[in-house]
């Protein structure tokens, strides 16, 4: 069949690709439609076509899934915040587990997997602890919301459902706050206006504010109002900071930043333990999804009072310093100084003294460590996951055991291979939702040294 742009088609939907979208096959040729489910029967329309593959539209609803839910507000699916919001969450679990079990079957060429069921919340709504939410003129009116997937068109928002509810009304008020001076937005094509983006910040436990006005010059209309307005709003904010991004670059951060008001930090809590965090800090957007994560981790780990523990990638120290409660001692490592030195202080903040952290590329560093053999690692890389050379360098330090936390199961699936080959075998897999609405999942990884 010559397939055309434009053209509707009939097709069942197969499968559900690790983006989340739906697969239909036409004269097996992939479609990619969003918004449907595995087992749907549906009408599309064509959008592109590429040389293996095409994106379609879906128009028309055949035969519906049993777990299709009514989608109340179709704007998380316009700009991205809840792609999946259309699946019952009880299947959103399934699907994401079988997400993990095609990568590890067909990347790391695995067979006979153990993957427990995934672990989801229990109110899979409100979940995340942080927004960064873009300000700009729509018409005459500053308005803020996400852009439209893929665009640069804001689409404005009020109640973002994915969000906590507090963050959704600093948001909107802050809004109205720079409407009343008449703060100029940024607009990207002119590269002029003042506010680029409302970042807000919240502690789950603690209730603690952070905002961040980001612009791009360091002069603002009315800032000393605005600040007060702010203040005086949300009686939540400990810390209010001015962040200065003069780029014009996609980057939402840029690397000057100012206290108006209150503590250069706020405070959260993982586990028990508390942490602070700065503006340019990574901190787990979802801490209720964060602390089963970790608590999953250090379960599959059974950390002993005599081991020695390795945590690569370990941020503000949130894994080490849960680990450092079990372990006889725990070496953190991490590129960004700031987040290294918030980890000292968290260390010191929950009286751990049997951690200690160094900054630096963990590739690099692991290699200092050849005559200080682990007996546990645990490794938590960003999305492209572990370098070829702290591979080896890992396995040759050799821990009896290596807990690989990963938010892209493609690249963990791809490094676990590597470390099967290498004497470790991967004994189970555990799923865990921390984004639930989204195509997103975070996994953890088991392996064992088989010589020991
Ligand atoms: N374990 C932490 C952070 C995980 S995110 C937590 O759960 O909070 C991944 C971390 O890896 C980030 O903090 C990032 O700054 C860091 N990182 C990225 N590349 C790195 C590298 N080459 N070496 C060490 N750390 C790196």
Redesign the pocket.
């Known amino acids: 069949m010559n397939l055309k742009k434009n053209d509707h088609y009939i097709g069942y939907v197969e499968d559900l690709t690790s983006q989340g979208m739906g697969v239909v096959k036409i004269d097996g040729f992939p479609i990619f439609v969003d918004g449907t489910i595995p087992e749907e029967e549906i009408e599309l329309r064509i959008v592109s076509l590429k040389k293996t593959y095409g994106y379609g539209k879906l128009i028309k609803i055949i035969k519906a899934h049993e777990n299709r839910v009514e989608v109340k507000d179709d704007l998380g699916r316009q700009t991205g915040t809840a792609p999946l919001g259309h699946i019952k969450y009880s299947m959103q679990l399934r699907l994401k587990k079988k997400i993990v079990k095609d990568s590890f079957e067909r990347i790391g060429k695995f067979e006979n997997l153990n993957i427990s069921p995934t672990i989801g919340m229990v109110n899979p709504w409100q979940y995340r602890n942080k927004a960064q939410v873009p300000v700009r003129m729509v018409g005459a009116r500053l308005e803020t919301g996400y852009f439209r997937r893929g665009t640069n068109e804001l689409i404005p928002m009020e109640n973002y459902h994915t969000q906590h509810v507090q963050i959704d009304e600093t948001i909107n008020k802050v809004r109205d706050i720079l409407r009343k001076y008449e703060v100029p937005a940024y607009d990207p094509d002119s590269h002029t206006g003042q506010i680029r983006h409302i970042v807000v910040r919240r502690g789950f436990y603690t209730g603690q504010i952070m905002v961040i006005l980001v612009t791009r010059t360091e002069k603002v209309t009315k800032l000393d109002q605005i600040k007060e307005e702010i203040i005086s709003q949300v009686p939540e904010v400990v810390s209010l900071v001015q962040n200065i991004n003069e780029k014009n670059t996609n980057k939402i951060l840029g690397n000057t930043t100012k206290i108006l008001y209150g503590k250069d930090h706020y405070e959260d809590e993982i586990l028990g333990l508390r942490f602070k965090i700065s503006p340019q800090s990574?901190?787990?957007v979802n801490t209720q999804g964060?602390e089963s994560l970790y608590y999953q981790a250090l379960k599959m780990a059974k950390i002993k009072a005599t081991d020695i523990v390795l945590d690569a990638?370990?941020?503000?120290g949130?894994?080490a310093l849960n680990a450092a409660q079990k372990a006889k001692e725990v070496h953190g490592?991490?590129?960004?100084e700031e987040?290294i030195e918030s980890a000292r202080e968290n260390a010191t903040l929950n009286k751990i003294d049997n951690v200690y952290f160094k900054a630096g590329?963990?590739?690099k560093l692991i290699q200092n460590y050849q005559d200080k053999p682990f007996d546990i690692a645990i490794v938590?890389?960003?999305r492209k996951g572990l370098?070829p050379s702290f591979i080896e360098a890992l396995v040759e330090n050799g821990p009896r055991k290596i807990v690989y936390i990963s938010c892209n199961p493609s690249t963990q699936a791809r490094d676990c291979k590597i470390l099967a080959e290498s004497g470790y075998k991967l004994e189970q897999i555990q799923p865990v939702d921390m984004f639930p609405m989204t195509h997103h999942v975070e996994c953890i990884a088991l392996l064992q040294r088989e010589i020991m």
Do not use: H, L, R
């Not at 990638?313 to 503000?316: D, M, N, P, S």
């Not at 490592?333 to 960004?336: D, T």
């Open positions: 990574f901190f787990q964060a990638y370990c941020g503000i949130t894994i490592i991490e590129i960004i987040a590329p963990a590739e938590d890389p960003p370098d």
